[in-house]
């Protein structure tokens, strides 16, 4: 295993508890639902003991993730097959959009506003309307660059424009936690600057490698993308480490396609056999993406934000 591999994986082991659900739920949506969706126990164990991660856990973690509905498992003979059940199905399309799509670049210059009604469980409600991009003026009171297709619930939905644009950054700024949404997207940076680096200067790497960082890659901006409301340029500051991480996910996950196809390819297994070609979803990801060349992007960021 390259050196650099091994980095990278001593530091995801540096956390703590190691969350081997959340990785599983990675594998699948990134690579195994571009491709029909459904993988062998034995695949999976393959590919999480490279992540250094024991079969026993991996077991443990399945039965968790199969008895809260987010995967569905069944045998075939003496084989055990898994795939994203619809709740996790619908998780992971909505983290899919946040993750590989292009983020919005227009605002329109108003403001979506919702006046929450006094409800038994608006904490719920308002954890929902945060993960689809609202923040939060006060108890019952939210704010959005632009509508939700969630046109109905128990609010009040208004319209508002400000007077102009500091006014409406100001209002960013009492909304969401910019500061911390931002220190997630530099610690990303700080860690996948380097891996950019490694395979720019042709580090060696196996197909297997290639996965593992792919994988860690789009685990570790998961982390960071799905606590970003994904306002538009003119709302944020500027330079903003989003952008700068998006630019840096994209040039490396693009690299690493190639290889870490190659190893699901010769490894991955169904229940019908081999896993069948990705589609053109799957070739559409960071499909607009203009990467800078080595770290030039990167150290552009650091350089003007400190």
């Known amino acids: 295993m390259a050196g650099f591999v091994e980095t990278l994986l001593d530091r995801f082991h540096e956390r703590t508890p190691i969350r081997a659900g959340s990785l599983i739920v990675t594998v699948f949506g990134d690579a195994v639902v571009p491709r029909g969706g459904v993988l062998s126990l034995a695949s999976l164990h393959e590919i999480m003991r490279a992540f250094r991660i024991s079969d026993t856990l991996v077991r443990t973690a399945l039965s968790r993730l199969v008895t809260e509905g987010w995967f569905e498992r069944w045998k075939v003979g003496r084989n055990s097959y898994y795939r994203l059940a619809p709740r996790g199905q619908e998780a992971f399309a909505q983290a899919t959009r946040r993750i590989y799509a292009d983020p919005p670049q ?17 904490g719920a409600l308002k954890a929902e309307l ?111 480490a989003g952008a700068t991480a998006r630019v840096l996910c994209g040039t490396i996950y693009k690299a690493l396609v190639p290889a870490s196809e190659q190893w699901i390819d010769a490894h991955a ?30 150290e552009k960021y650091v350089t003007k934000k400190y």
Do not use: C
């Open 269 to 298: 297994h169904n229940d019908k056999g081999d896993l069948p070609e990705a589609g053109s979803d799957f070739r559409g990801r960071f499909a607009s993406l203009k990467p800078a060349t080595g770290l030039e992007a990167s």
């Open 106 to 122: 227009d605002w329109d210059g108003s403001f979506d506003l919702l006046l929450l009604e006094s409800i038994q469980d608006r």
């Open 130 to 240: 945060m993960e689809a991009g609202y923040g939060a003026l006060g108890a019952d009171f939210m704010v959005a660059a632009a509508a939700s297709a969630k046109s109905q619930g128990p609010f009040l939905r208004l319209s508002a424009a400000p007077a102009d644009l500091p006014t409406a950054q100001r209002l960013v700024e009492r909304a969401w936690p910019l500061a911390e949404i931002e220190s997630r997207y530099q610690r990303f940076i700080e860690v996948y600057s380097d891996i950019l680096g490694a395979l720019e200067r042709g580090a060696a790497r196996s197909d297997l490698d290639a996965l593992l960082v792919r994988i860690l890659l789009i685990h570790d901006y998961r982390r960071a993308v799905l606590k970003d409301p994904l306002l538009p340029a003119q709302l944020l500051p500027q330079p903003w």
